[in-house]
């Protein structure tokens, strides 16, 4: 059982890690680096490291991050559960356990696909990984926003049928035969009890399953119970979030998105998990 689980490996994730390390408490990282920070051309108003490139300032983060002990994982976290007196994390395949969690996922500016949300867990899925053995010898959509929609749908090709793949962005890759790429526009999921086709500007795809995969998802989907405003998570000074013990930092609390905040705020929301921790040991 980890003291701190902090989902995310960007400027708040990195923060929370660093300062959590400081307090000697025992964490686990997940995320991959920070897309965001990479693309910035340059950052002119972190203080202190005037007009610093975006991946100069990655690697700022990252030497800092490998001078800690904090256990880091790259996997996707698909599903935090509180579970009252700690968290159930399920990472990919695995599960994890900590007593505080700290959400730092960053926001996703793509918009949904209509009815993603209404069918999630009802023939659209986030996770190939995770639940491809429900789709054994049917036929499956993937609908990839990144590079990791690739390995995803060559997975599912190993087990499905038939794999329609959907690029949402520019691509170049050798799937395997029963792989069918489909360039086109998703607009909409339909079905009764669950999803069975995806309607597309020009097109549509009949599938037994639909796989979205992106960077980030919607924070709702993460955290059964979770208080959202829209693509926000709601938080108090504190960074506390209305389940107890979980407190989230950086863009996935709202504007102005902004690494300084992101910073500020991963140092006040592990502060804070170390309180609760604290008070929780003397009781
Ligand atoms: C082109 C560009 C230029 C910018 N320029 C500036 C600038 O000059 N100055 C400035 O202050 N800000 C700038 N920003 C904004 C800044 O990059 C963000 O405010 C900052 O990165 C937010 O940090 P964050 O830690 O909240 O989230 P992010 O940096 O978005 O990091 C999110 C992290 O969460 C991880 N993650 C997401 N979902 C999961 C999951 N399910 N499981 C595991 N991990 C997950 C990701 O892998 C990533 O590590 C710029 C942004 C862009 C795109």
């Known amino acids: 059982m980890y003291d701190i689980a902090i989902i995310g490996k960007g400027p708040a994730g990195i923060s929370a890690a660093i300062n959590a390390f400081a307090r000697n408490k025992s964490v686990i990282l997940f995320g991959s680096d920070s897309k965001k920070v990479i693309l910035s051309p340059s950052i002119p108003n972190y203080p202190g490291l005037p007009d610093i490139k975006g991946v100069d300032f990655a690697k700022r983060l990252e030497d800092h991050l490998s001078s800690t002990n904090v256990e880091t994982s790259s996997k996707k976290v698909n599903a935090i559960y509180s579970m009252g007196n700690y968290f159930s994390i399920q990472a990919e395949k695995d599960v994890y356990e900590a007593e505080t969690v700290i959400l730092a996922t960053g926001v996703d500016f793509k918009k949904s696909i209509e009815g993603e ?17 429900l789709y054994k010898g049917k036929i499956t959509t993937v609908i990839g926003y990144n590079e990791e929609s690739y390995k995803e749908a060559d997975f599912l090709s190993e087990i499905c049928t038939k794999v329609y793949f959907v690029p949402v962005f520019k691509m170049e890759y050798n799937f395997n035969s029963n792989v069918e790429i489909i360039n086109d526009t998703p607009l909409r999921f339909e079905g009764s009890m669950k999803a069975d086709r995806l309607v597309m500007k020009n097109s ?14 919607p924070v709702s989907s993460l955290v059964p119970g979770l208080e959202v405003d829209g693509p926000h998570v709601v938080v108090n000074r504190s960074m506390e979030t209305n389940i107890k013990g979980l407190y989230a930092a950086g863009d996935i609390t709202g504007r102005p998105y902004q690494i300084a905040k992101a910073v500020g705020e991963g140092q006040i929301a592990v502060l804070s998990a170390c309180d609760y921790l604290d008070k929780k040991a003397s009781q």
């Open 204 to 217: 549509e795809i009949l599938a037994d399953g639909f796989f979205v995969i992106k960077d980030s998802y």
């Open 117 to 133: 949300d209404s069918f999630l867990g009802m023939g659209v899925s986030y996770c190939a990984t995770c639940d491809a053995p």
